[in-house]
């Protein structure tokens, strides 16, 4: 995987990645086991979607009130949406799809990380995490992808959070859109390794 330490992801590394993680994951897709792949997936060799366009994100933000992290812009114009983000998430949104959770009818989530016993004395507690955040994922196994923007770095990316109820853990933070995506690669390839060519260890 790319290094992007200190440095913006752009389309040029976004679309290598995203290709080898297309054909990882339909080489090892087991009918018995998965669901089955869409046509366009198989056809195409491609989990993501056509790209959105600058003026589609150019809408999303000026819906959402805000300009949206880098990473996740560069993701967007690279594949609009995205299925089978690792083993637990079916479908990330597209920038038309994109919606604060609070907003959603996965605004449950909130509620139920509003008080609960994962946050230490001196950390915010994560039903207001929750409550501020954006939601990237639109279907998963009870488990769900976020984005917060008041945690943002000094390169305009915000925290990137993975939740699922059945973990037994609160909401696990990442640095970044483009880590959140990166960990779950690496966690598809830690339960499903697949043959040959990866890039998960570098």
């Known amino acids: 995987m790319f290094d992007t330490k200190g440095q913006r992801v752009n389309r040029e590394q976004w679309q290598p990645f995203l290709k080898l993680w297309s054909e990882e994951w339909i080489a090892g897709h087991a009918p018995e086991r998965d669901a089955p792949l869409d046509d366009e997936v198989i056809q195409n060799s491609w989990l993501g979607f056509a790209p959105a366009s600058a003026e589609d994100v150019a809408a999303a933000e000026a819906r959402l009130g805000r300009t949206l992290p880098p990473s996740l812009r560069e993701f967007l114009l690279t594949t609009n949406g995205w299925r089978d983000a690792g083993i637990f998430i079916y479908r990330l949104a597209g920038a038309s799809e ?19 016993e994962f946050a230490d004395e001196d950390e915010e507690p994560e039903g207001e995490i929750l409550a501020r955040s954006l939601r990237l994922s639109l279907d998963g ?17 915000w925290a990137g959070y993975w ?16 880590d959140l995506m990166h960990e779950q690669y690496t966690g598809f390839h830690r339960l499903r390794p697949p043959e040959g060519k990866s890039c998960s260890s570098s």
């Open 141 to 157: 196994d009870a488990a769900v992808m976020l984005l917060d923007p008041k945690d943002v770095d000094e390169r305009g990316e």
């Open 163 to 178: 939740l699922a109820s059945w973990s037994g853990m609160g909401p696990e933070r990442f640095g970044s859109f483009h």
């Open 98 to 116: 994109l919606a604060w959770l609070a907003d959603t009818d996965d605004s449950s989530w909130i509620d139920a990380y509003s008080d609960t």
